[in-house]
């Protein structure tokens, strides 16, 4: 059951490890010139975090969409989940939650 949990969240991992990349290398080239808060690249990686690979492909792409020269900006968090089933580990990768038998 463990296995199977872990390749599930695969993809959010190879998601998270791609912002975390591009956190690194990309985004200190630009510094801040992002309207919102946080920036967009740390609401794509927390959307991944927070809310797995589909749901955070289509939250950072609506936020894209928003960041253009007409938009106020502001402060803008990803939406948290109903119940959480992950947890975040130090490293900022998702792993599933512990169960006490």
Same mark, same amino acid.
């Given at each position: 059951?463990?296995?199977?949990?872990?390749?599930?969240?695969?993809?959010?991992?190879?998601?998270i490890a791609a912002m975390q990349l591009y956190r690194r290398i990309?985004?200190?080239?630009?510094?801040?010139?992002?309207?919102?808060?946080?920036?967009?690249? @740390?609401?794509?990686?927390?959307?991944?975090?927070? =809310? *797995? %690979?589909?749901?955070? #492909?289509?939250?950072? $792409?609506?936020?894209?969409?928003?960041?253009?020269?007409?938009?106020?900006?502001?402060?803008?968090?990803?939406?948290?989940? @109903?119940?959480?089933?992950?947890?975040?580990?130090? =490293? *900022? %990768?998702?792993?599933? #939650?512990?169960?006490? $038998?």
């Open positions: 059951m463990r296995l199977l949990l872990e390749i599930w969240l695969l993809p959010r991992n190879l998601a990309v985004s200190p080239l630009y510094g801040q010139v992002c309207r919102y808060y946080p920036s967009c690249s @740390r609401y794509a990686l927390e959307a991944y975090q927070l =809310r *797995g %690979f589909l749901v955070g #492909i289509a939250l950072t $792409a609506w936020r894209l969409l928003r960041c253009n020269p007409f938009s106020a900006g502001g402060v803008d968090d990803v939406p948290p989940p @109903r119940r959480p089933k992950f947890v975040i580990n130090s =490293r *900022g %990768f998702v792993r599933p #939650i512990e169960r006490k $038998a």
